[in-house]
């Protein structure tokens, strides 16, 4: 596994002292205090590495003191609600997906409002990384940044190629389309399994609705594939009777259910949880994956055969109509719970991570799993775009130099609810489990949404 200390880290960053080298903290002269941080667990162990590193270089320059505690990401969310609901709150919280409780506790004015610490690297950060800071105070009736955004990601194409060779195909070949995309790996599953391996599915397709992420960031790649990106505009609002909307929708539940119902599919995609698509890609239950950041090469990274020859990362083909399709990205960072007794070095905390230097090394040392909010960096190091790295740079060009779309809960509290519910897996569920028609499936979705939509009014 890749083995990076912070000073080669540092050395790497060719081109970041134009942006600004590591300065010092911005509480000049205080008294040392601590801060009370929940920090999100990394999928691999560089990534907890690497923020236990972003501390102790903070604690030495400024004489603060971070006290952390890191926990998985159910985990993590569970006792985030629970303490803004209690009100014993840390002074701090970093999450990798803020998104999906983030805009609620916004919308009730509970979080600090950070816009001082954004504001300084404002001019660098990526757009989307922004629009996924940003969100609605019902209270103050206005939108204001309530993250501090360090990191962000997007789902790119997992594929065994040494499977795609073995079945006589050959992925230069594979088209540019979306639905071409995914129907040229179909017949690749009889030759395999003509081939001794009998368990084998072409599609790693998260139909599920147990998820709670990846079946939804899935479905919405159908989605803006078929010219559904206008169903939430960042006004907040829902255009469930838009005529391009609703066809987009009918046509990704429609694929979705048939390539189940075909077979191509492995069956027990209907209840994965968000680890479950992984597991079963190094298992070679399938050929090909659609799932968000390299956590699925990373974990194999110390195979080097696997890693350098069998597995291959790829971006997102066109649209079905052939123009480019954005990438969905969300973006983490710290949030500050309103309540919180240190809110002063949680923001000094924050705006020393946020530093180009100190993202980039940060990032870097967890192997490049998050894509910095600043997308200079990418251009300016060449370890996030290093051709000897099979992986990292198709990764990179789409989520940080490609078109890109912010998650629509930046739009409107109510999409997370959308999401939390899984109405659009629930939709393709329902066609395949009760016979419904994509149309009626979708209707039933659509007529949900708009319930969740009334409750939120950005008046």
């Known amino acids: 596994m890749v083995n990076m200390s912070r000073r080669s880290a540092i050395a790497g960053s060719v081109g970041l002292a134009a942006m600004g080298t590591l300065a010092r903290p911005y509480i000049a002269n205080a008294a040392a205090t601590t801060a009370t941080v929940w920090q999100v667990q990394g999928f691999v162990p560089?990534?907890?590495?690497?923020?236990?590193?972003?501390?102790?270089?903070?604690?030495k320059a400024s004489g603060n003191k971070i006290d952390y505690s890191i926990m998985p990401f159910m985990a993590l969310n569970q006792k985030a609600v629970s303490a803004m609901t209690s009100g014993d709150v840390p002074d701090l919280i970093f999450h990798d997906a803020p998104e999906t409780i983030l805009p609620q506790f916004?919308?009730?004015?509970?979080?600090?409002?950070?816009?001082?610490?954004?504001?300084?690297?404002?001019?660098?950060?990526?757009?989307?990384?922004?629009?996924?800071?940003?969100?609605?105070?019902k209270v103050t009736k206005a939108r204001s940044f309530y993250l501090c955004p360090v990191k962000q990601a997007c789902a790119p194409f997992h594929i065994w190629g040494d499977?795609?060779?073995?079945?006589?195909?050959?992925?230069?070949d594979a088209p540019k389309t979306?639905?071409?995309?995914?129907?040229?790996?179909?017949?690749?599953?009889k030759e395999l399994r003509n081939k001794g391996m009998r368990r084998i599915y072409s599609l790693g397709l998260q139909?599920?609705?147990?998820?709670?992420?990846?079946?939804?960031?899935?479905?919405?790649?159908?989605?803006?594939?078929?010219?559904?990106?206008?169903?939430?505009?960042?006004?907040?609002?829902?255009?469930?009777?838009?005529?391009?909307?609703?066809?987009?929708?009918?046509?990704?539940?429609?694929?979705?259910?048939?390539?189940?119902?075909?077979?191509?599919?492995?069956?027990?995609?209907?209840?994965?949880?968000d680890a479950d698509d992984n597991n079963g890609f190094h298992e070679k239950v399938f050929l090909m994956d659609f799932d968000?950041?390299?956590?699925?090469?990373?974990?194999?990274?110390?195979?080097?055969k696997v890693y350098f020859d069998e597995m291959v990362t790829m971006g997102l083909p066109n649209g079905n109509d052939g123009k480019p399709v954005p990438a969905?990205?969300?973006?983490?960072?710290?949030?500050?719970?309103?309540?919180?007794?240190?809110?002063?070095?949680s923001k000094d905390f924050m705006k020393y991570f946020m530093q180009p230097a100190v993202m980039d090394q940060n990032l870097k040392g967890g192997l490049g799993r998050w894509l910095p909010a600043i997308p200079e960096i990418v251009k300016s190091d060449p370890f996030w775009l290093d051709p000897k790295d099979p992986h990292r740079p198709p990764y990179v060009k789409e989520g940080a130099l490609g078109p890109t779309l912010p998650s629509y809960n930046a739009y409107n509290p109510a999409w997370g609810q959308v999401q939390a519910e899984q109405l659009w897996t629930l939709a393709v569920a329902d066609v395949i489990k009760n016979s419904m028609t994509p149309k009626a499936a979708v209707d039933k979705a659509i007529k949900r949404a708009e319930a969740l939509f009334t409750k939120y009014s950005f008046v």
């Open 207 to 273: 139909v599920t609705s147990v998820g709670p992420n990846d079946g939804n960031a899935v479905f919405m790649a159908f989605m803006i594939a078929n010219g559904g990106a206008g169903i939430v505009t960042p006004d907040g609002k829902l255009h469930g009777d838009d005529p391009k909307a609703l066809e987009a929708a009918e046509k990704s539940v429609a694929y979705m259910a048939d390539a189940y119902k075909a077979g191509f599919v492995p069956p027990e995609a209907l209840s994965w949880n």
């Open 163 to 172: 499977l795609v060779t073995k079945a006589g195909f050959k992925l230069s």
């Open 178 to 189: 979306w639905d071409a995309f995914w129907d040229f790996f179909k017949p690749m599953q």
């Open 46 to 59: 560089e990534e907890d590495a690497a923020f236990r590193a972003t501390v102790a270089d903070y604690e």
């Open 328 to 345: 969905f990205v969300g973006a983490g960072g710290g949030f500050i719970p309103k309540g919180a007794k240190n809110t002063a070095t």
């Open 292 to 304: 968000g950041t390299l956590s699925t090469e990373l974990a194999m990274i110390k195979d080097k």
């Open 106 to 137: 916004a919308w009730n004015d509970s979080l600090v409002d950070v816009t001082d610490v954004v504001d300084i690297q404002k001019a660098k950060l990526s757009a989307t990384s922004l629009a996924c800071a940003s969100y609605y105070n």
